[in-house]
């Protein structure tokens, strides 16, 4: 092992095995025998140390340990043990004695230019100075300032030189406030218990990495649990934030999702001292750290935030939150960023490599868990609303049979009480009676079989999309009084037959629907000279097109007052257009008409990928205050 020397003096001291051999043939056989004994109690106390301090793996106990067992052989008066961190690029006082008293531990920033410690420590070689020259009472790699002046000095490199390329994880120093007061021999010493501590240090420091993998073992185990243990998203994302904040040992944390209509960063999540004056407040798109990973998809890490332009500083003045650093990563769900997961201010130095991948990992849960979540709260809507569906077919089954056939029975049941009586006074009037019973009976059977046909179109079972549309249409164009509006059915197809091709139940079904319920709000409210359903068949797709002359109307202050309103015609045509993975477009403006465009894909694949992507009570709305028209 290299060694730098700094003495007052010009004599360079003679090589500590010259000296023992000259030494040797010098002193008288008491004397040597005296030395031999020294020497093989330093050998073994060494070898104890070696030992000790290697029976522990908690790197607090080590310190301890070597600490004890060096005073067997050295001063320990004035001791030190420094120990390097690497991530924060600090020299760490983990043990102080000055005096015999202990001093607080301390931290500083290696500076390779100045400092005795960080000499050694990044020469990786042993200084000993015999006599400092009459300056300030501190050494300049950061010991604190006593109130006596240091005059020797000696510090060697925590190394273990059997190992190839092995860097020093730390020095140890000690220091005498009297000149002179270290000698090779000692140099030699401390250099034998800091290759003990080297591998004591070492293996501590492997533990306390395997550790730290189980505990995030561990956590990622516990996400899993939580995962599966509730649906309910605030409490499956609070344990886990809870469960981060920990590990990661950080000030705050928050989980932030992006609002699909403002592209706005909004806190679903947040933990720490300001945690409810945070939940607030609303990040705007690509706006401060978190916006940025939101609208790339790319993590950041950033060690001095307040140097770093991108920081949104309006929360931490608004809070009074200082925020030193922080690591953010995105919440990713199909391939679309949903929102970011952030951590700040390590208690510990700076985030790390390990911190970011873990942290990502546990946005993976998290995305999971919002999409669980998500899926469950819209199970429950879509049950609740079958069940509201139901009860509106029961009451509007129960209003037309009332209204239509019912009235007819009835009218057909009078009628035959006065046939009855005019059979025994005036006969005559029989065959008029019967014709007008016969009439009534006509239009009792034909809104019976329309109503059956609504609520279970068989042609369209049988027959397909084109053909259960055609009938339709031509049923509501009888039962409107007058010709207008006339009701137009177009098909666009390759298909031989005419007709478009045959599609999957559901997807005919829910094209069927939404063009009943259209045409029949078209009717009432539309004013429409003409109304025309027109059907493209592409390679990709159906393309359905309703589209009237009628008033038209403002499509966006409707859809923001329906919760004014009783009707929900909209948002039913949105949910039924997802439910089969398609895509709803809107065009109305007052007195110019609507188009309202059904997009599905013929690929069962395409039609999953997106109901995924935007949720089942999601659908992909375009509205436009444009005109519609027929034209």
Known sequence: MDMLKIQQSNNVPVNSLEKSSQMFVEEGESDRLNRLTKEIKEVSTLYNIGVAVGASLELKE?????????????????????????VTETLEFKLMIDQGKTAKPMSVKLAEDRGLTGRVLTSQAPLLVSDFPAVNNTDSAGQPRFNQRIRSWLGVPILNPAVANDSAQGVI??????????????????????????????????????????????????VARTLSSTLQLDEVLTRIMEQVETLLNVEAGSLLLTDQTTGELVFQIALGDKAAEVKPFRIPKGQGIAGEVALTGTPLMIANVDQDKRHFKKLDQTTNFLTRNILCVPLVLYDQIIGVLEVMNKQEGNFTQTDLDLLSSIASYAAIAIQNARLHENVLAERDKVVEAEEEARKKLARDLHDGPTQLVAGIKMSLDFSRKALEKEPSLLPKELNYMLELADRATYQMRTMLFELRPLVLETQGLGAALQVFIDRRQKDITGEIPRLTLKVETDNPS????????????????????????????????????????????????????????????????????????????????????????????????????IQVPKEQSERIKKRNVTGTLSARLVLTDQPGSVG
Request: charged share 20%.
């Open 498 to 597: 005419g007709d478009i091709s045959r599609q999957d139940g559901k997807v005919e079904a829910a094209i069927f629907a939404i063009v009943q319920e259209t045409v029949n709000n078209a009717i009432k409210h539309a004013q429409a000279q003409n109304i025309i359903v027109q059907l493209t068949e592409t390679a990709t797709a159906i393309y359905t097109v309703i589209r009237d002359d009628g008033q038209g109307f403002d499509v966006n202050g409707v859809m923001n007052n329906y919760e004014q309103r009783g009707s929900l015609g909209m948002i039913n045509l949105k949910e039924r257009t997802q439910l089969i993975g398609g895509e709803l477009n809107i065009r109305s403006a007052p007195g110019h008409g609507t188009r309202i465009t």
């Open 173 to 222: 120093v000690t220091w005498s406030y009297q000149p002179n007061a270290f000698t090779d021999h000692d140099l030699w010493l401390l250099s034998a218990i800091a290759t003990q501590a080297a591998i004591a240090v070492r293996n501590a420091h492997l533990f306390e990495s395997s550790q730290r993998r189980a505990a995030e073992m561990v956590l990622l185990n516990d």
């Open 62 to 86: 080590v310190i301890k340990t070597l600490y004890k067992e060096s005073t067997r052989l050295i001063d320990t008066s004035n001791f030190a043990i420094v120990l390097y961190n690497e």
